[in-house]
């Protein structure tokens, strides 16, 4: 069968690295060679690991031999990872290149610290010299805009794959400075950008296509937090190019999966990661096509390998083959956390994603902040939710009116004013000068009790 769409290039990488025979990789042969690899990561981190050695030390001499075979295993969870990081690892500190601490959002939990060695980096660093290969070719470059201060930092790691395929990484950092960012890429005449997705969007509302990014942006990849389809599509309108999405975490080594050109959802690095989707409430699994939350074993990790943990990440396997042809699994766009959204007077939940897809169509919008607050006049029955537009100059008031009327039509929202649960007060703009951004994460707060919550992307 031929496709119109060339196959994702992390098949072939994925193929040679599990030295799979045939001249094309087979699920059979991807699922037995996982398989091999949970059993020596469940024995090497039981043998290894403080941690799994005293909590899981009753699965010693588990065999596994099937996906089934996993669902009797505990879920490692980030607590445990903030009460005691150490008790991970499975190496001596000094084999330790970099630690990340993790702060978590929404919570006053303490935070949690990732361990890597070099060979640890090395792969991520291989993952990105093969996934961006979809992307960009030799002799082209690609202007980065994630941390890269620190060595082996994200910036850092993705630049050393590009340069593997004969492209150059310029690692610009987060944006601070739109106007200086957009003249970076005029000066470099950059083929692709990767950035934080509401950075990416900010550059591409405040400086279209006509303006300093100039001509030759083919693609922007967006990483380091959900991306609503609003916001792709608006990049996608301002620019001219195409948006692809990257998913991955700290936990995961960094990198985890990208859409390729098919854009319906990402290919995950399968011979250095396994994953499940499970019922957050149960801890089953669920069939391909029903959300659940994303749960990932580490098959290659040396320094601090992580058994079925959970990312507290809402997705769902297509059960749909990719337009690419690959046969990789296909995660479907992230859609939130399971956790994380506000609860309402009426008993439906209110979400952080609801509000991004409604709110990032709307042009000019940069930005916002939630809050949901109670009615003190009305004895806390009703639900107050105040919303703060962060826009372009020329756009403050078409804004806030656009932003209103596409609030009002969430779903969720028109079922609690419907039942008197909820008001929606009027919203507040702000506008800032170009090089004052405001490029802070977009925050949803919860107000109405003592211990405030704050939800951040």
């Excluded at 950008?193 to 400086?207: S, V």
């Excluded at 599509?233 to 990257?246: K, L, T, Y």
């Excluded at 009305?378 to 020329?394: A, C, H, M, Q, W």
Aim: a neutral charge; glycine letters at 8%.
């Amino acid at each position: 069968m031929t496709h119109s769409i060339p196959i994702s290039p992390i098949e072939s990488w994925v193929h040679k690295k599990i030295s799979a025979p045939g001249a094309r990789l087979t699920r059979e042969a991807l699922t037995r060679y996982q398989m091999a690899r949970v059993q020596e990561t469940l024995d090497h981190a039981l043998e290894r690991s403080p941690f799994y050695k005293k909590a899981w030390r009753t699965f010693a001499g588990k065999k596994i031999k099937a996906p089934s075979d996993l669902h009797d295993l505990p879920f490692t969870k980030p607590e445990d990872i903030q009460n005691a990081p150490l008790g991970f690892l499975t190496v001596s500190q000094d084999e330790i290149a970099r630690v990340v601490t993790l702060n978590t959002s929404g919570t006053t939990a303490a935070p949690k610290r990732i361990f890597f060695t070099e060979e640890d980096l090395e792969l991520t660093v291989d993952y990105f010299a093969h996934a961006m290969a979809d992307f960009v070719s030799a002799g082209e470059t690609v202007t980065i805009f994630m941390p890269g201060d620190k060595p082996h930092s994200i910036g850092q790691l993705i630049r050393d794959g590009l340069n593997r395929i004969g492209v150059e990484g310029i690692v610009a950092g987060p944006v601070s400075d739109p106007h200086k960012a957009c003249g970076l890429i005029a000066n470099t005449g950059a083929a692709c950008l990767i950035g934080i997705p509401t950075q990416m969007l900010h550059l591409a509302r405040t400086h279209r296509k006509s303006a300093a990014p100039g001509q030759n942006i083919r693609s922007v990849i967006l990483s380091a937090d959900y991306v609503p389809r609003s916001m792709a599509q608006a990049i996608e309108s301002a620019w001219g190019c195409r948006v692809f999405d990257h998913y991955g975490m700290t936990e995961m080594g960094y990198a985890g999966g990208v859409a390729c050109r098919g854009e319906c959802g990402y290919h995950f690095r399968e011979a250095d990661l396994y994953l499940e989707i499970i019922d957050p409430a149960s801890g089953r699994p669920v069939n391909d096509g029903e959300p659940g939350e994303v749960v990932f074993t580490t098959l290659t990790r040396k320094g601090m390998p992580l058994i079925r943990y959970r990312t507290g990440d809402k997705a769902r396997f297509s059960p749909h083959p990719c337009p690419c042809g690959t046969v990789l699994r296909r995660l479907d766009p992230v859609l939130g956390r399971t956790t994380g959204g506000m609860s309402l007077k009426n008993g439906s939940v209110l979400t952080l994603p609801e509000l991004d897809e409604a709110l990032f169509s709307v042009p000019g919008l940069l930005n916002f902040t939630a809050e949901l607050s109670g009615d003190s006049e009305n004895k806390g029955e009703t639900d107050i939710l105040r919303i703060s537009l962060l826009t372009v100059p020329t756009a403050t008031a078409t804004a806030r009116y656009t932003a209103r009327q596409q609030v009002a039509h969430i779903d969720t929202i028109i079922r609690a004013m419907d039942d008197g649960a909820l008001s929606l007060a009027e919203l507040s703009t702000d506008c800032r000068p170009r090089g004052t951004t405001g490029m802070v994460k977009r925050t949803f707060t919860d107000n109405r009790s003592p211990r405030q919550q704050i939800w951040k992307r």
